[in-house]
């Protein structure tokens, strides 16, 4: 049925889209900076949840002692 | 005799294409591809990104061992293709943050996607979704995004210019097969858009890499960018991409139906016979043309029946999307289309994407307080109208209006009335050579008269 379709196909796969170099050389020179604003972004994201987590558990818990 | 034909949007990729054979979708999956494919499904990606409907289905037809093909799948069908330049600011926007959520997800199951064109994502069932299940490979830390170009070209840029210059911009994804470039895109945005951290590194800056390294020559080294920094990066374009807004308002049509002529008593009756016509009927499948806010096609979709609301007004289209995606509705698809001037053939050989008259022919069209616009304001004859319609569909629900009507009577206030022809005779005669009028139907309180027709030639 198929076999049909004389493509050429290489013997392994890479991405075979065009990266383009300056687009890859970008990426390297901004993973730096990129990469400790993350990590400050998931450390007060993480405190805001931890925080927002003990109001939520106050907020819960004296509603149990009203009911 | 090969039954086979290759669907002409699927080449550039050596992990496999698709093809119809019998009038059925099938992919074929190369054995270059092998281990990332089963790494596909042994890893629980496609599991997961199934039960968040984020990825097409697909079942295994057939596996082969030829030397070059290793299976064949058979893939879920999307109801109806639709390209990015037809796509209204939210439907882009929703493309590109599912192709990044999509993204994340593949992360956690060590794989990457290789390529984010925005001709990868469809709309099912009213939400954006991933059609190339050959999209994935394995992930090794070290090398950045391969598709961080092509994110950038399909999705940051043009959703940029659509905040920041205009709405319109969006249309250059037609003359852009690959994505806007961002040089170009650049030179179109004003200097605010730098005051935004997430354009101003991923737009600007990134140009500027662009422009510095093209005319070097450079060596791939060893790993240099971390899972870490790779997170930081999709996180920041998910950033880039939500800080993108559009509020759909000052175009021509978006409050047209604040302004119409039509008394309430008049509108109703011409929702009732739309439905009753349409219930009727019982099409698979509607076409709304000049839908505006979709008033209409919701007719339709409520009646759960796949429905497609044309507009070329990307606010009325917008807030068509906007109220869809509030309601859930999964029978209604909103796009920009100009009837005047729809999407032509582009790509190689003029072939790689469809224009829109060969996604037809369709069930039923809609067209109500429409055509003349077609006849007056663009001057197209009634007989190119007929024609036009009578290859797109088997029944027709039409509108026509009177020149006795107040509004046809603004729109020739200014001009010479060169629109002898423009008359209900003229109308019934053009159209009876296509098509059968079943029923004709005076709204009440108004100089508009309902038809229904049948396609002679269905």
């Known amino acids: 049925m198929l076999g049909l379709f004389s493509l050429v196909i290489p013997a392994f796969s890479y991405a075979y889209l065009d990266l383009g170099t300056g687009s890859y050389m970008f990426q390297i020179l901004i993973a730096f900076v990129l990469g400790g604003l993350f990590t400050v972004k998931q450390y007060f994201r993480q405190i805001r949840d931890f925080i927002s987590g003990l109001f939520f558990r106050k907020k819960n818990d004296s509603f149990d002692e009203q009911k | ?458």
């Open chain 2, 1 to 458: 005799m090969n039954k086979n034909s290759l669907i002409r949007s699927s080449f550039r990729d050596p992990s496999g294409f698709l093809f119809l054979r019998d009038g059925i979708l099938y992919r074929q999956v190369n054995l270059v591809y092998k281990d990332h494919y089963e790494h596909l499904l042994k890893s629980g990606l496609y599991n997961a990104l199934l039960s968040e409907g984020l990825l097409i289905e697909h079942d295994e037809y057939a596996d082969i061992n030829d030397g070059i093909a290793y299976k064949i799948i058979r893939p879920e069908v999307i109801d109806f293709i639709s390209y990015p330049y037809e796509w209204c600011f939210s439907q882009l926007k929703d493309a590109a943050l599912t192709t990044l959520k999509i993204q994340g997800i593949a992360l956690k199951y060590q794989m990457t996607l290789k390529d984010c064109s925005a001709y990868n994502i469809q709309f099912q069932k009213g939400k954006a979704i991933l059609i190339d299940t050959l999209s994935f490979e394995k992930y090794s830390e070290g090398e950045p995004w391969a598709a961080y170009r092509q994110f950038c070209q399909h999705f940051l840029a043009p959703l940029a210019l659509m905040t920041y210059t205009d709405v319109r911009l969006g249309e250059l994804l037609k003359t852009f097969i690959d994505g806007i470039p961002l040089d170009f895109a650049v030179k179109l945005l004003p200097f605010r858009s730098k005051v935004n951290f997430h354009l101003l590194t991923h737009l600007h800056l990134h140009m500027k890499s662009q422009r510095h390294y093209s005319k070097k020559t450079f060596q791939k080294k060893g790993a240099q960018f971390t899972r870490l920094a790779f997170d930081a990066l999709v996180d920041s374009l998910e950033s880039a991409i939500a800080s993108l807004k559009w509020k759909p308002e000052g175009t021509e049509w978006v409050d047209y139906y604040q302004d119409t002529n039509y008394s309430s008593e008049a509108f109703l009756y011409k929702k009732q016979v739309v439905d009753s016509l349409i219930e009727k009927i019982q099409p698979k499948s509607i076409w709304d043309f000049g839908a505006n806010t979709g008033i209409f096609s919701q007719i339709a979709s409520t009646q759960k029946i796949r429905t497609l609301a044309f507009d070329m007004d990307c606010a009325a289209v917008e807030k068509m999307y906007l109220d869809c995606r509030k309601r859930n509705d999964s029978y209604l698809l909103p796009l920009c289309i100009d009837l005047t001037n729809p999407s032509p053939a582009i790509g190689w050989q003029n072939q790689e994407r469809m224009s829109f008259i060969d996604r037809g022919p369709i069930d039923t069209i809609i067209a109500l307080a429409l055509i003349h616009h077609f006849a007056l304001t663009h001057n197209v004859p009634i007989e190119f109208i007929a024609r036009l319609f009578s290859k797109l569909c088997n029944s027709l629900i039409i509108e026509f209006i009177l020149k006795t009507d107040s509004q046809v009577q603004k729109m020739l206030s200014l001009r010479k009335d060169i629109f002898s022809n423009y008359n209900e005779k003229t109308f019934e005669k053009e159209f009876s050579k296509y098509f059968e009028i079943k029923e004709t139907i005076k709204i009440t309180d108004s100089e508009r008269v309902l038809y229904y027709m049948i396609n002679r030639g269905h």
